[in-house]
């Protein structure tokens, strides 16, 4: 089985910090995501990836940036965190284009105070 | 403007009744539909999926029915069990990702 893991399960991060949330896939998929899921408004896409080094805008990519140096891993940064920011964060991944089939990882409740 | 809806944000049935879980969308061009099922503190897990070609798909006690006319998918969880007790996102292939409804939280009582 694929196995997203996402290094964090909970982080605390003050206003205006820099906040780095990892992600990493086993099995060599070529697509990852991430969103974040919030009461209410469901699961929103942030910024996505198709390739090493490439990366794409999601609905919601104010605030975030990505860093994909290496297939297996996607990164998101919150550039100046703010508490609007404060959300379950999900990393995906799926095999190749068209393949729908997304693996999530645990997630990561990020609070910011 | 929200292209997956699902407008009931909660759901409660009796163990051993059927769930019926509904989603709508407004692009007639999504491809593929999927339901994922999350509990709290973990990500959405794959539940099952129907191609906008059919319109019934069923796993075990889950079944889902594709009305395309109407653009409009539903879950049916047939008995419906304590564990199923969750929260269920409709999905549909978009240009680019999928894109995901706000949930329905399904309680199954005992």
């Known amino acids: 089985d694929v196995k997203v893991t996402q290094s964090s399960r909970y982080l605390v991060k003050r206003t205006g910090e820099k906040v780095f949330l990892e992600c990493v896939q086993d099995?060599?998929?070529?697509?990852m995501f991430w969103y974040r899921q919030d009461p209410g408004l469901g699961l929103r896409l942030i910024y996505f990836?198709?390739?090493?080094?490439?990366?794409e805008k999601g609905d919601i990519p104010e605030g975030y940036s990505v860093s994909r140096e290496k297939k297996e891993r996607f990164s998101l940064i919150l550039e100046s965190a703010s508490t609007n920011q404060t959300s379950m964060y999900l990393c995906?991944?799926?095999?190749?284009?068209?393949?729908?089939?997304?693996?999530f990882g645990s997630g990561t409740r990020l609070t910011v105070v | 403007d929200q292209q997956v809806k699902q407008n009931s944000p909660s759901l409660s049935v009796q163990e051993g009744r059927i769930s019926i879980l509904n989603c709508d969308y407004t692009n007639s061009m999504f491809d593929y539909f999927l339901w994922y099922k999350k509990y709290p503190a973990e990500g959405p897990t794959f539940l099952i999926s129907i191609s906008s070609i059919k319109d019934k798909n069923e796993d075990g006690r889950f079944t889902v029915f594709l009305n395309k006319s109407a653009k409009h998918l539903s879950l049916h969880i047939v008995p419906s069990q304590p564990g199923d007790s969750a929260v269920y996102f409709c999905?549909?292939?978009?240009?680019?990702?999928?894109?995901f409804g706000k949930g329905t939280t399904l309680s199954v009582s005992s």
């Open positions: 099995m060599d998929h070529e697509n």
């Open positions: 999905a549909a292939s978009g240009r680019t990702a999928l894109i």
């Open positions: 995906a991944s799926s095999l190749n284009r068209g393949h729908y089939g997304y693996t």
């Open positions: 990836s198709y390739d090493v080094k490439m990366k």
